[in-house]
Each structure stands twice: as structure tokens, then as C-alpha cells.
């Protein structure tokens, strides 16, 4: 096993703490550009497809739980079936987030409950 000086582990302590730091300063940059994408989202939604109601749920939500792989969690009211796909493929255009899109109308009663107590309507 290798010992460390105490300037060695001085360093590799501040190393450390500045890689720790920049991650949450990324975590911090990556949801706000998530957030503005999904008010870009929501816009698009309600404006070219007629969508009542915008949510933004997920992980998202908490910069803590923001990952940089992580996508945008959308769920939408008064989107027809027959455009999802389109809409969807809209979304992805956007920006290099990946978008999930749920249907309320098609979601599982616990997922709606979630979405409805925890998500932001944008």
C-alpha cells in the first residue's frame, strides 16, 4: 500500500473537491438548459398541436438528480394519438436532451397521481 505525504493527500483531497465541485456546477447548467427546452417544448406543443396542458416531471425537477445523460420527462394533455409521433420527433429536434412524451389520457392511474402532485405545468 502506498502512503501519501501530507501535501500529497492535501492535494489529492483539493483535486477531489474541485472535480466535485464542477460536477455540481454541471448539474446545476444542464437542468437549467433542460428547463428552457422544456418551456420550448411546451410552447411547441400547445401552439402547433393543440395540447391543453404541459407538466414537467422526472428527475429534472432536482439538480441534485440531474444527470448529464439524463432527458426531459414531459407529460401532456390533449395531444391527438395520431400526431404523437410527429410531436415527439418535433421535440427531439429541439436540442440534443432526449424527450419522453406521456399522454395523460393513456398514463396509469399512479403515474397520473405522480405527474399531477409532483410535476410543474409549464
Do not use: N
Amino acid at each position: 500500500m502506498v502512503e501519501l505525504s501530507h501535501t500529497e493527500l492535501a492535494q489529492y483531497r483539493a483535486t477531489a473537491q474541485r472535480r466535485q465541485t464542477a460536477h455540481a456546477q454541471q448539474q446545476v447548467q444542464r437542468q437549467r438548459q433542460g428547463w428552457q427546452v422544456a418551456r420550448q417544448a411546451a410552447r411547441v406543443l400547445k401552439q402547433e398541436f393543440g395540447v391543453q396542458q404541459v407538466w414537467l416531471f422526472g428527475s429534472m425537477l432536482e439538480a441534485r438528480r440531474v444527470r448529464l445523460e439524463l432527458d426531459i420527462d414531459l407529460a401532456v394533455a390533449g395531444l391527438a394519438d395520431d400526431r404523437y409521433l410527429e410531436a415527439v420527433a418535433q421535440l427531439l429536434d429541439l436540442s440534443a436532451f432526449a424527450v419522453d412524451v406521456v399522454q395523460m389520457e393513456h398514463a396509469k392511474p399512479r403515474l397520473r397521481e405522480v405527474i399531477e402532485q409532483q410535476g410543474v405545468e409549464l
